[in-house]
């Protein structure tokens, strides 16, 4: 299925037309449609080349008792789209009465002004090449930088469509590219060591490739010289994709459908309470100018907004799909999917300091402080070393110790703490925000984070 071939307005008589002919008065309709080509290279030569296309439709259907059928499928036929109709109405007679989804009061509301121009696709032959490129450029920066294990360049784009029989109608499309280089290097006798860096652009023609290249081989580089460190709790500075990491993993303490299924670090009641240091903001912005993946309305209709969820410290909202919403009183947030049972995911997240609040630690910089701390660079085993319901976490990391400016790389360690006693013990944001794949966020200081080396 081809952009062009999708013709919602036709799509929507269909739907209109079935339904009224089986006599269902409620139902709605996600669909999503994606294409994309990658490749992947290994020491001059082409390891993977992929292309692919997928389409998916989702139709959900309320009876008469107001109970919910769902069903998806990729077949967009007269004929697909009846049998999709019918076997989520014939699903409805077996849906949760203790969980019933509706339409967004905001599925028919302006969608915000969302600037993301189209960009036009190189073709697979050109990303192999220019991969194959950066490839040897990566590997003649070093002599011990041997081999890209893990490296891909991609570009593609995405469609997704919301309609419902209350005359909700939304399209929109996006382009998205993006390259990975992970370089490894060795000497001998020294283990080896690793460092890696992305780019995101509209599209590919857009993407820093020079950039990346320099970040993972100037990362990869840093870490040769590496020693092991001792065992202790250190003043800590987290890069600003480290943190974004570490707090996009205990997302569930913001987002409702956690809360209500018992799964958060929060609490129905928990708005208003002080999770943070008085100077510490978080805002899921999924309209930030840097958000290439940006679409103007969520799985629902509902669009998209920047919705603060952090403000001095106090929580101030949670992530909600239209049925949280309902529960909790309030509007949804534009952060839904689409399900029987709606799950609901932030965008793009934002980290910041309170303007007009000092920390108390201006001196902090982690190009110039003469402190002695731990920068930690990037965590690993976050799906393993997390535990999102009940606050800890214990991580492997990359990074260094500094002492008097000087970086000398970490053998291996874990930082090991408790998301809610980090929050409260960051000392400083710095000033300068830093723009990355996954959000925004200054580098982010934190005293006494346990750190273990390697016995």
Not at 251 to 275: C, E, F, P, T, W
Request: glycine content about 10%; overall charge negative; hydrophobic content about 40%.
């Amino acid at each position: 299925m081809t952009s062009a071939a999708l013709n919602v307005s036709t799509l929507q008589d269909q739907l209109k037309a079935l339904a009224r002919r089986e006599g269902i008065l409620k139902w709605d309709l996600g669909a999503n449609r994606s294409s994309s080509a990658s490749v992947q290279v290994d020491r001059g030569q082409a390891k993977q080349l992929k292309a692919a296309q997928r389409s998916s439709i989702t139709i959900r259907v309320w009876n008469q008792q107001g109970l919910v059928g769902i069903t998806s499928t990729s077949d967009l036929s007269d004929s697909g789209l009846e049998k999709a109709l019918m076997g989520a109405h014939q699903a409805s007679c077996f849906g949760n009465p203790d969980d019933v989804p509706g339409f967004s009061p905001l599925a028919t509301a302006p969608e915000p002004d969302l600037h993301r121009p189209i960009q036009d696709a190189q073709g697979i032959q050109c990303l192999l090449k220019q991969l194959l490129d950066a490839e040897q450029q990566l590997l003649d920066r070093h002599p011990a930088i041997g081999t890209l294990p893990y490296n891909a360049m991609n570009e593609g784009s995405s469609e997704r469509i919301y309609m419902n029989s209350e005359g909700a109608l939304r399209q929109a499309q996006r382009t998205q590219a993006s390259v990975f280089l992970m370089a490894r290097a060795e000497e001998t006798g020294r283990k080896p060591r690793s460092g890696g860096a992305v780019r995101v652009a509209l599209g590919s023609r857009d993407l820093d490739l020079s950039g990346c290249i320099n970040e993972a081989a100037e990362r990869t580089i840093s870490h040769l010289n590496y020693q092991p460190i001792d065992t202790g709790r250190y003043l800590v500075c987290f890069t600003p994709e480290a943190f974004l990491d570490l707090i996009g993993s205990f997302s569930s303490m913001l987002n409702a459908r956690a809360v209500l299924d018992g799964v958060s670090l929060s609490k129905a009641d928990s708005i208003g309470h002080q999770l943070a240091v008085p100077f510490f903001n978080l805002t899921d912005n999924g309209l930030h100018p840097a958000h290439v993946g940006a679409m103007p309305f969520d799985g629902e209709g509902t669009p998209t907004r920047a919705l603060p969820l952090i403000r001095g410290g106090c929580l101030e909202s949670f992530l909600h799909s239209e049925a949280t919403a309902r529960h909790f009183g309030v509007d949804p947030t534009g952060h839904a999917g689409m399900g029987a049972k709606v799950s609901v995911g932030a965008d793009w997240l934002e980290v910041s300091r309170s303007p007009s609040m000092t920390t108390g630690a201006e001196h902090l910089d982690h190009t110039t402080t003469r402190d002695c701390f731990v920068l930690i660079d990037s965590l690993s085993a976050l799906h393993a070393g997390v535990k999102a319901s009940q606050g800890a976490f214990s991580l492997p990391f990359d990074g260094w110790l500094v002492r008097d400016g000087e970086r000398i790389s970490v053998e291996a360690a874990t930082v090991a703490g408790d998301i809610r006693e980090l929050l409260h013990s960051i000392v400083h944001l710095e000033s300068k925000s830093v723009i990355t794949h996954q959000g925004v966020s200054p580098h982010v200081w934190i005293d006494g984070l346990a750190i273990t080396g390697e016995a």
